[in-house]
């Protein structure tokens, strides 16, 4: 129901409407102009101080004009005024999400990509925040790059860690040791071959960036085995769209158990981000726990699990590599599989030092780095 009109702006019992460009008008929800008046907002820390839940009552326009590109709002409850940047109003005038710099579109690759693939030399990260910047832009498309000129030493991989993010410990630790161990609690941690999988499904939420230091690798074999999971499925929705709907929906068990440690989650096959676009995979059968969905239900699950599987596997996606001294290979655990070779324990030394960040970290690095916020 319409209202009185202040100058232009047409005030209602919930909202008014307000003149934005080229004589268009847009609705704006009281609360929600309350809620977002820019005294709302601390300046120092950038939080919202003002609590909607103590207004007396529902928030009510006594008068409302714009003045000089602003929107100028009178209050009924109280003596506070407002005033809104009709540029602000604009943007979320249609109800849509908050534009994100660090949403950037996810480019597939296949198995030749390794010559292809993006490389950072460790001391021009250190000294510009512009090289940093593009390192995690090549993270946010590609899902992998190789940072090359580490020192070998323990701090190294700690130091390229934190340029993005906070080292985020699993329960091996706050970093591990992927080499030969007399006594080992991770097929990782053997010379067997390691089958393509992503990292942790056990946990609730799986590491989001893996990071591998090489240390020493003089072993005969070994290759580093690198597919990305995007583009298996995608290839895979594109010809097997009712398997590809039952891995996006269907919860499966992981485990990983020892002695200090029984660690369990459910994860779904394929991920699917908030705008419904292939953000990765978890897959990992060296951590599957026993399927416990109905019998009849495994009728269907099982032959779209295992095509998948078989695809990823193709020769046209696995990237195949020798990682060498004074490389770290960094890459989306929840997008990029990765595997290795078998190799020869007595032929040489093999040892990567490794790590894990959340995504969410290194996304907000890229924003500050990109300039973008809110209160900028």
């Keep these: 129901m319409l209202g009185t009109v202040e100058s232009g702006v047409i005030l209602e019992d919930a909202g ?9 008008t847009a609705y704006f929800n009281y609360f929600w102009l309350r809620d977002n008046c ?40 109280g003596a506070h005024s407002s005033s809104y940047p009709l540029e602000f109003l604009r943007a979320y005038a249609s109800g849509g999400k908050r534009p994100d710099t660090a949403n950037l579109r996810r480019l597939p690759w296949f198995s030749n990509h390794y ?19 593009r390192w995690i832009e090549t993270m946010l498309t590609d899902g992998v790059a190789l940072l ?83 583009s298996v499925a995608e290839d895979f929705r594109a010809l097997h769209p009712e398997d590809f709907e039952l891995l996006c929906q269907t919860l499966v068990p992981y485990y990983c158990e020892h002695n200090s440690f029984d660690m369990r989650a459910r994860q779904k096959v394929i991920e699917l981000d908030e705008y419904g676009n292939i953000s990765g995979v978890t897959i990992s059968q060296h951590q599957a726990d026993i399927f416990d ?8 699950y099982y032959p ?6 078989r695809m990823m596997q193709d020769e046209k996606y696995v990237m ?35 790590c894990y960040i959340d995504r969410g970290e290194m996304r907000s690095t890229y924003r500050v780095l990109s300039g973008e916020g809110r209160f900028r």
């Design 320 to 354: 195949r590599f020798r990682l060498n001294a004074g490389e770290c290979i960094v890459f989306d655990n929840h997008r990029i599989v990765h595997g290795r070779e078998a190799y020869t324990a007595t032929s040489g030394d093999r040892h990567l030092r490794g």
């Design 38 to 77: 820019p005294s709302s907002f601390d300046q120092q820390t950038r939080e919202r101080v003002f609590d909607i839940f103590s207004e007396p009552g529902n928030p009510r326009a006594e008068q409302a004009t714009v003045v000089n590109d602003r929107l100028e709002v009178r209050w009924k409850n």
């Design 115 to 133: 010559e292809a693939m993006d490389r950072f030399a460790f001391s021009d990260l250190d000294s510009s925040k512009d090289h940093i910047r």
């Design 16 to 24: 008014l409407n307000v003149p934005l460009f080229d004589g268009k």
């Design 148 to 230: 090359t000129g580490l020192p070998d030493t323990d701090e190294a991989l700690l130091d390229a860690a934190n340029m993005i993010g906070h080292i985020r410990p699993s329960y091996f630790g706050r970093v591990f040791e992927v080499k030969t161990h007399i006594e080992p609690t991770n097929l990782a941690f053997t010379s067997k071959a390691l089958e393509l999988h992503t990292d942790l499904p056990s946990e609730d939420f799986a590491p989001g960036v893996q990071f591998l230091h090489c240390r020493a690798n003089t072993v005969e074999c070994g290759n580093s085995l690198l597919v990305d999971g995007l």
């Design 293 to 300: 969905l109905p019998q009849r239900d495994l009728d269907r």
């Design 304 to 309: 779209a699990f295992c095509r998948f599987g």
